[in-house]
């Protein structure tokens, strides 16, 4: 059974690839609420 995280998660990765596959990973944990970034100046501005 997979538990389900309330906490919204924040990847801030240049490499589209690499974040995809950190999200599915992280979805496979049960984490629902995943934002992306490209680098940390929009990763401060959605946090």
């Not at 919204?8 to 240049?14: F, G, K």
Request: aromatic letters at 8%; a neutral charge; proline letters at 0%.
């Amino acid at each position: 059974m997979k538990n389900s995280h309330t906490q919204d998660i924040l990847i801030i990765e240049d490499s589209v690839a690499a974040a995809k596959l950190l999200g599915i990973f992280l979805k496979e944990l049960g984490y629902q609420k995943i934002h992306y970034c490209e680098n940390g100046t929009s990763g401060i501005q959605k946090f």
